[in-house]
């Protein structure tokens, strides 16, 4: 039945991209690799986004995508729980179901996953593979060898793209979304997951560079620096981080980070006292943030 739905939602996917992309098989292609990659959720990324939108929204656009993200973050807290404004729901995640629930609520479970892009469960399916439940198992196994087979595919896709054009901006977003989800994948021997790594880092080198929309590509630039222990350049990061964009809380969150791992305390009070001297408005989290880093120096 999965594999029927999904048949269905690629064919109608194909049908309608044909129809925009008629004389731009390229264009088709990328699209196309999108959406089969990360179904549904796919027709949100960049690459579906006109133009204009960049030029004409600015920071509203920004302020847009921040807050649907947060809404989707919300949303896949648990596929066994929804939130609403009115009432709160008793919440069952979906490890305790694995664990502690009756084989056919962990099947149910593993089918609402499997209608989900899995690839945003993947800690939760690895863990499912092992289950006691032979059904909930296969379940499992199989989304976790058909999130690989999508994910090797669009690898190879973007690959060849980027390397024949590393300076079109959505070929580097769509690039970047699958290396980081093959990154996470658990697929990867250390030795390839360290290729890898660099080979993202490259690709986000390039996208911040070119993009006017790069906030969050400078956040997960910062993070995989600092992962591979390239401080010098996490620091730098941020310093162009905070050119491109001043008035950017994440900018002084990075700072934070870089300073925290590299043990700098006097470069960590300096960036609190800016953060606290800045004009910025602050959300929740990174007030949170300041708070927990003042309290422990």
Known sequence: MINLLLGIYILLSAALL?????????????????VTVFPVIGWLFPVFWPGRLYKDAGGKLDAYIASQQKEMSVQHLGIYSKMETQKELDVLSIEEALLVSEHNTRRKVMIDVLKQDAINY??????????????TSHYAVSAIMEVKRKLTLSLQELSVQYENNKSDEHVLRA???????????????ERT????????????????EISQNAREAFVD???????????????????????KYPHVENVYLCYLKVYFTIKSAEKLQHTL???KKSPLKL???????????????
Not at 122 to 127: C, P
Not at 193 to 208: A, D, H, M, P, S
Not at 223 to 236: G, H, I, Q
Request: proline share 1%; hydrophobic share 40%.
């Open 221 to 243: 630039k910062v993070d995989m620096e600092l992962e591979l222990e390239r401080y010098a350049e996490a620091e730098e990061t941020c310093r162009v981080f905070e050119q």
């Open 283 to 297: 959300s929740n989290h990174a007030l949170t943030m300041v708070r927990f880093w003042s309290e422990g120096a």
């Open 193 to 208: 997951l360290r290729k890898y790594k660099f080979i993202y880092l490259g690709v986000l080198e390039q996208y911040t």
């Open 18 to 34: 044909g129809v925009y992309y008629r004389h731009s098989p390229r264009e088709w292609l990328l699209r196309m690799v999108v």
């Open 122 to 135: 993947l800690e939760i399916l690895q863990t499912a593979v092992s289950n006691e439940d032979t059904e």
């Open 175 to 189: 690039y970047t979304e699958v290396l980081k989800g093959y990154l996470r994948s658990g697929f990867l021997d």
């Open 273 to 275: 006292l800016m953060i």
